[in-house]
Each structure stands twice: as structure tokens, then as C-alpha cells.
């Protein structure tokens, strides 16, 4: 199972006015002692948390007996202690620091503005008294510095972005004089023109510049400075003072600045998500306005930078965005209603339920596909896939169970292969904590994939499905809740399985069941299933020690090493394989530094996204591998820089987020191609982060801001192509299903997604086309070719049903479908040809 550690979403870290009254809350779920773990395998039932006692730790105080709720706090560092006690009884404590500052803050603030090609800095507007909110500027960043001191380039945050070429930064503080007063000094040096500003006396633009001022004791004044960045510059500013005087600012009267929007008009329902970024967006009396209307704040970024919104119902026309903070206004970015602007992308909070009424409820899901028959299937820890026919609005017709794996195995992970025509299942299933259930120490390579195949009975009730063949046999497995995730299955047929990591962070532990490193854990493995007379048999040279065991057999091999615990997985239209990862946790082992030295400090972790690449190592410690790869030896923290033979994370996440999928539907355009993570929720809560890629694939946009895309979420995230995201939920147990409010073309047919969207070259494979005015369908074309046998037509215009034609071997092409009304359009890339 992923990680599910503690984690407490008060504000770290952030600058809070002073005595705030702040929101505690808390994420629970089954990965350490923060969590429960108790789980029944014959029933199913599994352990919930039933008491929350948060203490402030410096005085013993009780602060709250929630899971979440308001206190206030006093100024400064804070160290919240959080006790939860699970139904069996079992206790754990974790701790988190809130810092709660004062507004008045040592240093100063400063802003960066694009420079046209004729602007320079200290002539109009670009002079003293410079602010965000000046007509003619255009702010692009925005940072808070304890001391003018830029040696090593500007900080983050104030460094222009790539795009322009010229900048201007402008720094302001007050300067206020000590108890005694007197003359003030200022010198500075810098790689373009500089000024300084104090107390009405200012320097004119130079290589340096110096100042200097005369005040008396406890006398305040502005100070400022202006520089000119060129396109090449490193950015480097010194500012050194002497004299009996401090720099400070003010919080809650900065000017804020809007950098831009990703949004810059909306239909007058409004209804969308939309992300501003800016400098100075502090939480202190925040307001977002467009044109005079109050929009709702659904997340707030702690260094000012963020802020994402709802856009609030307008009239035509324009309404440029502002932002408010303790009551300074900020400049504007252009924003304008009207019935032209594409369909907002929104999406409504709903579970899985019964054609008839009622939630489905079902016993621990931890893992989903959707089958090329339309039907989902929900694989399960208790050794069982769930079976649900759904109608066109994903509502349960008819439910059947697979044959129990049996042997005390849990399932985490689901997958069809695209390559088949039949709808053969392959699942991933694994004998957890095998260690309490008195299994011999060879149970440490107990993990399997396996196929389901139908039975011939009734999709209505029974057993419908029944185990066909072992694919792969002897892959690692923790002695703990780690074992073998998501399967995937790449365009050349072959098969991609994530592996979990046998250890915390490179180093057997008591907690853990004293269990080493094996050839193929924390990895994700390779099996190359398209072989001729392929071997999935995976055998050792010994079972007694898996630190020292090698692998002598089975085609199986690593693919890529350092993966923790990647829950999560996905192949990307642009070709690339992304994976989440957990990270380690404290008290389950030591960090792994070399293949002889470790240290037990330190190995604490937040989640991340990876960019899976054949042959790269990501951070997670094999000492067993390490003897014929030292770096594999290394554990390699979330926030390492770059080394030699180390691939750094793309992005990171809160813990525990595991599931991903990409957006590839026509529904909602701007969204295609994004990736969307979905974070563990142990009740109806939980988080879906929205993630841009950079054109190359390798990045994020953004870094690690996300954008809250969804405030509930589950285990795994899978995207059916009606539009609907659907989310097992392991402790509800129920299916969370995010549904699309759109409205569709009523002239034209228009197709939403096709089912499975992957194929072989040869063709002849069955493709159901979703979307809506489809019940008049004349003909489908994939590629331009036509999809023969059209059938099983929903009347209610919502699918079709076609076997697909021959196509180029690894192209990506159109799905459109012809009626009487009209052509649908077509992005282009709705279905995806294999090379085999």
C-alpha cells in the first residue's frame, strides 16, 4: 500500500499576522504508526482512528480534540504535538512547527518589472516610490529579503522570467534610527546601474552608488533602490550600511502584484479555477476582485506567490482582476466575460451508486481500470476484483465479483492490455506484513502478476472472473504494506510494474521485519512479455538472505531503480512514463549513505513525481544492487541537488499522493495532456492536484505549486472517457467520482473519448466511442479510415460501438463520428497505435 503519513495542513512555514486564530486539520490513513494499520483479511474490515489530542509541546496545553478545528497561537514557532489513538488501541504521536510572525519584518521588499526597450531605471515611471500598482509598470516578480544583499544572484521569486529581457527591481524598507541616532550610510555595488534612496536624498544610477543620511534617535524614513538587470546580467547586488539603524517592512501595507492569470475571459456563469501568480498575495485580509465582484480563495501559497480562485458569476464585458491586501490595492489584469470563452472547466463531487439509488459500498478498493467493455473494475486488498456494469451516466446496473486470490493476497493494481483483443485483466497481488502471518523468511519474494479472465457466468451477480495465468512470479515484497503496485503497459507491448521498496530508506529495521534490499525491489521492473517463450518464473541463486540473493532467471529486469513506493503510474501521450513516490518515513529504518555507512536522522520525506526513464537511478537505496552500482547505495533525499547518476524528482507532493492519470479528453481542452495526482484521503477529504508539463515532458510548470484542482480525492485516480474521474477510496469504501459539467454542441455530434484509447497496428480491435448526439451515427473514422461494424448504439446518444482499421505503427490519430446532423471535431489524437 502507498505511504499514508501524518501530515498537519496548518500553514508551515508561513508568515502569519501576530495571535492569528489558524486552522488545524489532519490526513490519516495506513502507512505507519500515525495511522492505523490493523486490517482483518478475512472480513475485510480495517481499523479507524477514534481520538485526536493536539497539544501545544512547549506547555502540555490541550489545543483541540479533533481532527480538525481553530485555536490561536501566539508569535512564533509553534510546535504542535498530534496524538491519535486507532479502535485497536494503538498510539502514535507526530509533531509539526506553525510559525506565527508579526507583519513588521526585518529587511525589505522587493519587486521586479519588465523594461521596455526604451525605459530605464530612475526616469518615469520607473523612479522612486515605484509600486506594482504604478501606471505603465509591469510587475514579474516579487520577493521579501532579510538583508540587500544579492551576491549570489536574486532570489527566487525576483529573478525575471525567461521571456524578457530587460528588468528593473526596486527594493523599499523603512529605515528607523536606534537610541542614538545620527548619520546612516549607504554603499552599493552592482553588474548594471544602481541608486540609492534615503530619507529624501537619493543617488543618481551609477556602477555604485552611495547615500547617506543624519537621523535622530527612534526618526523613521523610507529607504529605497533601484536596479537595472540586462537580459545577460547574473543579477548581483551588494548593499552595505553602517550607522545606528534597521531596515523593516510592513506586511500588511505592501502594494501586492499580479502577474498574470490562467484564465483572461469566461462564459458569465463563471464557475472556473483560476491561478493568479504574484508577489506580496499574503493571507492578510486577502481579497480577489473581478471588476467589483469578491471571488472565492480556495488556496493560498504561505510565500505570496500563488493564489487560486473560483471565477464568480459576471456581466458581459470587462472585469480586470485585482488584488486586495489589508486594504492596498494591487494592478490589474485584464479579464473579460463573455459567451465566446470556452466552457469552464468545472467539476461536481459525486459517488459511485445504483442505477435504482444508493452508494455502492464495497470493502477496501485500492486500485481501478476501465475495461474495453465499458465496465469498471476495482481491484481490492482483500484478494477480490469488483465488477460494475454502468449505464451512460456511470450509474451501476449489474455487479459481479471475481474468485478470490485466495492465500491471504491484496490487489494494488489493475490493468488491461491494450495489445489484446480479448478483456484479459492483469492484476498485481501481493501477501503484505507476511512476516505476522507466520510465512517462512522465502515469503520475502511472494509478489505476483497474474490474469483474470471471465468465467462464462453472469456479469449480473456470482463470479465472474477467475484467475487464467501467472504472468510474473517471485517479485519482492516488504514485510510490512509495501509490494507490487501499478502495471503498465507500454506501446510495444511490454510490461511495466512498479515495485516497492523493502526497506525505509536502504537500512532493515525492526519495524519493517528486519528485511534487506532484494534484486528487484524499489524498483520499477521491465517484463518483457511480447517474448517469444517468455519467462515470468523469476528465480534466485538463494531465498535464505534477500540482501545477497541475485536474480539467475526470468525475463524480467530492471527498468528503472530508486522508486520507493510508486503507487502511482501512467504512460503520457508524449511517450514518456511518469510515476508517483512516496517518500520514507521517521522510526522505519536509517538512511543508507554509502554501501558500508548510514545514518539513523534524517530520513523524513515528502512525496514526488518522477519522469521514469530506462536505465535512471531516483534516489531510493538498494545496498543489494549497490554491489554492482555504489550510487544505488545512497539514499538520495526529495531536496538533493544534482549528482552523477542521480535523476532528481520532477515535482513533489504532500504525503501520501499516489495516484495519477493524464487528461486526454475533449472535454475541457486547456486540461489536455495535464497530469492529474490524487492524494490519499482516509475520510471524505483528500486533495487532486493539477499538473502542467513544460513542452519538453521533463517539467512542471510552476515547480512544485499545483493547482487544487478537486478538496476530495482517493487511493488511485482513473479517467473514464465520458469525462468523469473516478477515485477508489480504501477506508470509505466507495468509488469517488468527479463529474464534468458541460454542455455539449446541440448541432453536431461530439466526441468526448474513444475506449480503450490504445491498439494494435493490425486493427480489428472493438473501440467504443463516448460523448453525446451520437444515436445517428452513419460512420466513424479513425485515422480517416473507416471503424467497421458500428453496433451497440445508445440510444441516449452517449456511445457507439466500432472495430478499428489498420494504422501506422506508434501514431496518434482522429476519431470522428458522421450523422445526419453534422461531423464531430477532432483534437487529433483520440486513439494511439502500438508498434505491435
Request: hydrophobic share 40%; proline share 7%; net charge positive.
Amino acid at each position: 500500500m502507498p505511504r499514508r503519513k501524518a501530515t498537519i495542513p496548518a500553514v508551515i512555514g508561513a508568515v502569519l499576522t501576530a495571535g492569528l486564530v489558524i486552522g488545524l486539520g489532519v490526513f490519516f490513513g495506513t502507512r505507519n504508526k500515525g495511522h492505523t494499520h490493523y486490517s482483518d483479511p478475512a472480513t475485510g474490515e480495517i481499523g479507524k482512528l477514534v481520538s485526536y489530542e493536539w497539544k501545544a509541546k512547549a506547555t502540555g496545553k490541550v489545543l483541540l480534540k479533533e481532527v480538525e478545528g481553530v485555536v490561536k497561537l501566539p508569535v512564533g514557532d509553534n510546535v504542535i504535538t498530534l496524538t491519535v489513538v486507532d479502535s485497536t488501541g494503538d498510539v502514535h504521536s507526530d509533531d509539526t512547527v506553525v510559525h506565527v510572525r508579526q507583519t513588521l519584518q526585518a529587511g525589505a521588499y522587493c519587486n521586479s518589472y519588465a523594461v521596455g526597450a526604451d525605459a530605464k531605471a530612475g526616469t518615469a515611471p520607473l523612479t522612486w516610490g515605484l509600486s506594482p500598482a504604478k501606471e505603465g509598470v509591469t510587475p514579474v516578480g516579487g520577493a521579501r529579503v532579510g538583508a540587500l544583499d544579492f551576491s549570489n544572484g536574486l532570489p527566487a521569486g525576483l529573478a525575471p522570467p525567461d521571456d524578457v529581457d530587460a528588468t528593473v527591481v526596486h527594493c523599499v524598507s523603512t529605515l528607523t534610527a536606534g537610541t542614538t541616532g545620527g548619520k546612516v550610510s549607504f554603499s552599493a555595488t552592482a553588474d548594471g546601474p544602481v541608486a540609492l534612496f534615503a530619507n529624501g536624498v537619493s543617488s543618481p544610477m551609477g556602477e555604485t552608488a552611495t547615500v547617506e543620511v543624519n537621523l535622530a534617535p527612534g526618526a523613521a524614513a523610507t529607504m529605497e533602490l533601484l536596479y537595472s538587470l540586462s537580459g545577460d546580467a547574473a543579477g548581483k547586488v551588494v548593499v552595505k550600511a553602517t550607522g545606528d539603524a534597521a531596515l523593516t517592512f510592513d506586511m500588511a501595507k505592501l502594494t501586492p502584484a499580479l502577474i498574470n492569470a490562467t484564465l483572461t475571459e469566461s462564459q458569465p456563469a463563471g464557475g472556473g479555477q483560476l491561478t493568479l501568480n504574484g508577489a506580496g498575495l499574503f493571507d492578510h485580509d486577502l481579497k480577489i476582485l473581478f471588476g467589483n465582484v469578491v471571488s472565492k480563495i480556495t488556496e493560498i501559497d504561505p510565500l505570496g506567490r500563488v493564489v487560486q480562485v473560483k471565477v464568480p458569476a459576471g456581466f458581459s464585458g470587462p472585469a480586470p482582476i485585482t488584488a486586495v491586501v489589508g486594504g492596498v490595492k494591487s494592478n490589474a489584469l485584464p479579464f473579460k466575460y463573455t459567451a465566446s470563452a470556452a466552457a469552464p472547466v468545472v467539476f461536481k463531487g459525486d459517488v459511485l451508486k445504483k442505477a435504482g439509488g444508493g452508494k455502492v459500498t464495497f470493502k477496501q478498493p485500492t486500485s481501478m481500470a476501465i475495461g474495453p467493455d465499458g465496465r469498471l473494475y476495482v481491484g481490492r486488498r482483500v484478494g477480490i476484483v469488483s465488477v460494475f456494469s454502468v449505464n451512460s451516466d456511470l450509474a451501476v446496473t449489474a455487479t459481479c465479483e471475481s474468485v478470490p486470490l485466495g492465500n491471504s493476497r491484496e490487489i494494488l493494481g489493475v490493468a488491461f492490455n491494450p495489445a489484446q483483443k480479448a478483456p484479459i485483466l492483469y492484476v498485481s497481488s501481493s501477501i503484505l506484513d507476511w512476516k505476522k502471518k507466520k510465512l517462512p523468511n522465502t515469503a520475502w519474494a511472494n509478489g505476483e502478476v497474474v490474469t483474470l479472465v471471465p468465467t462464462g457466468g453472469n456479469y449480473n451477480g456470482g463470479k465472474c472472473l477467475k484467475k487464467g495465468k501467472t504472468i510474473v512470479s517471485g517479485l519482492p515484497v516488504s514485510a510490512h504494506d509495501h509490494g507490487i503496485n501499478d502495471l503498465v503497459f507500454l506501446n510495444d507491448g511490454n510490461l511495466l510494474i512498479s515495485v516497492g521498496g523493502q526497506t525505509n530508506a536502504g537500512i532493515p529495521a525492526e519495524k519493517l521485519g528486519f528485511v534487506g534490499a532484494s534484486p528487484l525491489s524499489g524498483a520499477i521492473v521491465h517484463a518483457a512479455i511480447t517474448k517469444p517463450n517468455f519467462n515470468g518464473a523469476i528465480k534466485y541463486d538463494q531465498m535464505k538472505d534477500e540482501s545477497k540473493a541475485r536474480k539467475v532467471s526470468g525475463d524480467v529486469r530492471i527498468y528503472a531503480a530508486g522508486t520507493r513506493n510508486s503507487f502511482g503510474m501512467v504512460l503520457h501521450t508524449n511517450g514518456h512514463v511518469y510515476a508517483t513516490d512516496n517518500g520514507p518515513s521517521d522510526g522505519y529504518g536509517g538512511r543508507s549513505l554509502s554501501c558500508t555507512q548510514m545514518s539513523q536522522a534524517g530520513q523524513k520525506d515528502i512525496d514526488k513525481l518522477l519522469d521514469i526513464v530506462d536505465g535512471k537511478f531516483y534516489g531510493h537505496p538498494n545496498r543489494n544492487r549497490g554491489r554492482d552500482s555504489p550510487i544505488q547505495c545512497k539514499h538520495f533525499p526529495t531536496t538533493s541537488g544534482p549528482a552523477p547518476g542521480y535523476t532528481q524528482p520532477m515535482t513533489t507532493f504532500p504525503t501520501s499522493t499516489d495516484g495519477l492519470v493524464e487528461w486526454t479528453l475533449n472535454l475541457f481542452p486547456s486540461l489536455r495532456g495535464n497530469l492529474l495526482a490524487s492524494k490519499f484521503a482516509p475520510s471524505f477529504n483528500g486533495q487532486v492536484f493539477r499538473l502542467q508539463l513544460t513542452p519538453d515532458g521533463k517539467g512542471i510548470v510552476g515547480g512544485n505549486k499545483h493547482e487544487s484542482f478537486h478538496p476530495q480525492s482517493g487511493v488511485r485516480i482513473a479517467l473514464h472517457p465520458s469525462g468523469v474521474v473516478a477515485m477508489p477510496r480504501v477506508i470509505v469504501g466507495d468509488v469517488l467520482l468527479m463529474r464534468p459539467t458541460f454542455k455539449p454542441p446541440t448541432n453536431a455530434p461530439f466526441v468526448s473519448g474513444v475506449n480503450p484509447a490504445r491498439g494494435g497496428k493490425g486493427g480489428g480491435f472493438p473501440m467504443t466511442v463516448y460523448g453525446w448526439g451520437l444515436s445517428t451515427t452513419t460512420a466513424v473514422t479513425v485515422g480517416g479510415k473507416p471503424c467497421t461494424a458500428l453496433r451497440d448504439v445508445k440510444q441516449d446518444g452517449r456511445a457507439v460501438t466500432c472495430t478499428t482499421p489498420a494504422g501506422t505503427p506508434g501514431s496518434a490519430v482522429g476519431v470522428v463520428v458522421t450523422t445526419p446532423q453534422g461531423t464531430s471535431a477532432s483534437s487529433g489524437q483520440e486513439y494511439r497505435y502500438m508498434t505491435v
